[in-house]
């Protein structure tokens, strides 16, 4: 294991992929500009929460194998091994993905670049980057095409960053020389063993696995939630729908929770690009449905935000709205495109007067909307609450007492969007029980 690997990016994707390296026994050196960042990494402070990774962190810190540094000179002086994981997020006012950071990346990697090399994108790219980057790096380089350029995406959760680092459902590895694959065969070589299967291909398929991947993920949720809509005209329940269909092995079970539908970093910017992308390689036809995926995720939060208006009798003016949820999904604090807030800060906009509780992201939410007002608990959130909104299935949440959370508000009104809670308990309890796509 003589390789020393570099990791350039240390957001979710980055600080995690050289945490668990380090810890898989690898020399690592991560790499940012933010030099805030990287302050509060090198003293083992994780810049996000997610589950089981600062302990990683740190232990790889004290034993010497992990470091951090702002400096492209000493990333190129280090590595064999060089791990793009930058951002690749939505142009404003665009559906096309940002590719400014994973170009900027390359562009001061690749002048440092004196000798033989492997670069690998783990971002999640339109496809045809890696071509692109190729040519580039090899121009760039004074090494020239002892610098080679691989493509391995990054299937990782939020919520279950490790787990899914260490022992992942599949690798995936795109190349264009059997050195860059040997290379990788290397580095992945401890989970290989473990029987993960390895895949190889060419550029493009290795690019088109990661969003497609996200295509038929969001396709499946927005499946099931196009369902809800039909279940709540027709008066059925979307619950035992989906837990119907599950037991067909052909669909299963996983990625068919009805609700308020996705959003974070990954899923919604990802289908747009996708599109984007397919409409310049004149292909928008085959990706038209992704429209309708999008649309029918947006509509979730419409009605939710209708729901609630509705057992408020038409209108949220002067009255006070209990929001549980902030993250885009439990165990993360992350609230890109989160559907909570989005719900909130709709509601707050209709003259509501909205009070959010989260118990990871409320640092974040509050950064970000300012104008909400932010509760300390569960319980200070719901205090004198007309109608109790349920918008992250925290574990937490999913637990609460219907009797102890009905001593705290004005009216027991909820709407459940996310289809966590037992409707029978909190009716009994005397709430006023509505869900997505239930009668
Ligand atoms: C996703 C992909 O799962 C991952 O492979 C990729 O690398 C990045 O994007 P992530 O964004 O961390 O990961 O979250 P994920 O667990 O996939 O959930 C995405 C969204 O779908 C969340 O908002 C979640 O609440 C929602 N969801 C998920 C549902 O609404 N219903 C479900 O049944 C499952």
């Not at 402070?45 to 992990?66: A, K, S, T, V």
């Not at 969001?218 to 709540?232: D, G, L, P, Q, R």
């Not at 109790?388 to 609460?400: A, G, Q, S, Y």
Request: with cysteine.
């Amino acid at each position: 294991m003589a390789q020393r690997l570099t990791v350039i990016g240390t957001g979710y994707l980055g600080a995690t992929h050289a945490a668990c390296m380090a810890d898989l026994g690898f020399e690592v050196l991560g790499v940012d500009v933010d030099v805030e960042k990287i302050a509060r990494l090198t003293r083992g402070d994780l810049p996000f929460y997610e589950p089981g990774l600062e302990p990683i962190l740190r232990r790889n810190l004290e034993n010497g194998r992990l470091r951090f540094t702002t400096s492209y000179e000493e990333a190129a002086e280090f590595g064999d091994v060089h791990f793009i994981c930058v951002g690749t997020p939505q142009k404003p006012g665009e559906y096309a993905a940002d590719m400014r950071y994973v170009d900027d990346t390359v562009d001061s990697l690749a002048p440092l670049l004196t000798r033989a090399c492997v670069v690998v994108g783990k971002s999640t790219v339109p496809v045809g980057t890696a071509e692109r980057l190729a040519r580039r790096l090899t121009e760039r380089s004074p090494a020239g095409d002892v610098v080679e350029l691989a493509w391995n995406p990054e299937f990782l959760r939020e919520g279950y960053a490790v787990e899914d680092t260490l022992h992942p459902d599949r690798l995936v590895v795109g190349v264009q020389s059997d050195r860059a694959e040997k290379v990788l065969r290397e580095v992945y070589a401890s989970m290989v063993a473990d029987g993960v299967p390895f895949i190889v291909s060419d550029f493009p398929t290795a690019e088109l696995v990661k969003v497609s991947a996200n295509a038929f993920l969001a396709t499946k949720i927005s499946f099931i939630n196009a369902m809800a809509e039909v279940c709540e005209a027709a008066h059925a329940d979307v619950t035992k729908l989906s837990e119907a269909l599950s037991y067909d092995d052909r669909i299963g079970g996983k990625f068919l929770g009805p609700g308020l539908g996705f959003g974070g970093g990954c899923l919604p910017k990802d289908i747009r690009a996708f599109m984007a992308r397919a409409g310049e390689l004149g292909v928008d036809q085959a990706l038209s449905f992704l429209r309708e995926v999008d649309a029918i995720n947006i509509r979730r939060r419409i009605r939710m935000v209708d729901l609630a208006r509705e057992l408020l009798g038409g209108s949220f003016i002067g009255r006070t709205v209990g929001v549980l949820g902030a993250a885009f999904k439990p165990n993360s604090d992350d609230i890109r495109d989160s559907p909570a807030l989005d719900v909130a800060t709709s509601i707050r906009a209709q003259g509501g007067q909205v009070t959010v509780y989260d118990p990871q992201a409320l640092e974040n939410a509050r950064r970000a909307h300012p104008d909400l007002t932010y509760g300390s608990s569960a319980m200070d959130a719901v205090d004198g609450a007309h109608v109790v909104l349920l918008l992250t299935e925290w574990k937490e949440f999913r637990e609460l007492d219907p009797e102890v959370l009905g001593g705290a508000v004005a009216e027991r009104n909820i709407v459940d969007g996310r289809n966590a809670l037992d409707p029978e308990r909190w009716r009994t309890a005397g709430w006023q029980y509505r869900a997505l796509g239930r009668p």
